[in-house]
T-cell receptor, first 112, second 112 residues
Framework: QKEVEQDPGPLSVPEGAIVSLNCTYS??????FMWYRQYSRKGPELLMY????GNKEDGRFTAQVDKSSKYISLFIRDSQPSDSATYLC????????????FGAGTILRVKS | NAGVTQTPKFQVLKTGQSMTLQCAQD?????MYWYRQDPGMGLRLIYY???????DKGEVPNGYNVSRLNKREFSLRLESAAPSQTSVYFC???????????FGPGTRLTVL
C-alpha cells in the first residue's frame, strides 16, 4: 500500500465549476502538506502549503487538511481552462527530514 | 535568474550505455534532489543532497549515482542503462526544508 493515495483521474469539469482534489495518507507522522501543479511537459510548481489541520485560502484555491481522517483536499473555485494540469499532493514528516512523499497526481481538465 | 536548469531535454540510449544528466540552480539553495516520474507512480526520489558535499539515497537509488559538484550543480549518472530506467527525470532545489522545491523542466529519457 502506498503511503499517499491519490485518484489519477482524469477529472473533467466545465469552466466555472468547483473542483475538489483529494489525497489520503497512512502515516500519521506527516505534518506538512503541499499541493504542486504540473502543466504538461513541465516541472511541478508549488501551489499551496499548509502545516496544521484546517483551511488555507489563496485566491481561488483552498487547501484543507483533516489530520484525524488523514485526508487532504484542494478546492478550486470558478475553474478556468488554464487550471488544466496535473495536481500532485506532497507531504513531509520530521522523521523523513528533507524528503517529500508525493501522490501519483490527478489530471484535471477544465472544458470551456 | 534561470532557476533550475537541466540538460539534456531529451535522450535516447541503448541498453548498457551510460550517461550523465546535469542540473544547476542559481537560487543559492542548499538542498538538491533528483526524481523520476512514471505514469501512475508520481514523483519518486532517487537521490538528494542536503548540502554541498553530502548525498543520500532516496526511494529508488538502484542503478544510479550522483555527484554534488558544488553548491550549484548536482548530476545524476546512469552507469549501465536499462529499459526500466525509461522515465522523465526532474531535478529540484530547495531551502532549509523540503516543502518548497523548485523543479527544472525535466529530461525525457528512453532506453531501448
Amino acid at each position: 500500500q502506498k503511503e499517499v493515495e491519490q485518484d489519477p483521474g482524469p477529472l473533467s469539469v466545465p469552466e466555472g465549476a468547483i473542483v475538489s482534489l483529494n489525497c489520503t495518507y497512512s502515516n500519521s507522522a506527516f505534518q506538512y502538506f503541499m499541493w504542486y501543479r504540473q502543466y504538461s511537459r513541465k516541472g511541478p510548481e508549488l501551489l499551496m502549503y499548509t502545516y496544521s489541520s484546517g483551511n488555507k485560502e489563496d485566491g481561488r484555491f483552498t487547501a484543507q487538511v483533516d489530520k484525524s481522517s488523514k485526508y487532504i483536499s484542494l478546492f478550486i473555485r470558478d475553474s478556468q481552462p488554464s487550471d488544466s494540469a496535473t495536481y500532485l499532493c506532497a507531504m513531509r514528516s520530521m522523521e523523513y527530514g528533507n524528503k517529500l512523499v508525493f501522490g501519483a497526481g490527478t489530471i484535471l481538465r477544465v472544458k470551456s | 535568474n534561470a532557476g533550475v536548469t537541466q540538460t539534456p531535454k531529451f535522450q535516447v540510449l541503448k541498453t548498457g550505455q551510460s550517461m550523465t544528466l546535469q542540473c544547476a540552480q542559481d537560487m543559492n539553495h542548499n538542498s538538491m534532489y533528483w526524481y523520476r516520474q512514471d505514469p501512475g507512480m508520481g514523483l519518486r526520489l532517487i537521490y538528494y543532497s542536503a548540502s554541498e558535499g553530502t548525498t543520500d539515497k532516496g526511494e529508488v537509488p538502484n542503478g544510479y549515482n550522483v555527484s554534488r559538484l558544488n553548491k550549484r550543480e548536482f548530476s545524476l549518472r546512469l552507469e549501465s542503462a536499462a529499459p526500466s530506467q525509461t522515465s522523465v527525470y526532474f531535478c529540484a532545489s530547495g531551502g532549509a526544508f523540503a516543502d518548497t522545491q523548485y523543479f527544472g523542466p525535466g529530461t525525457r529519457l528512453t532506453v531501448l
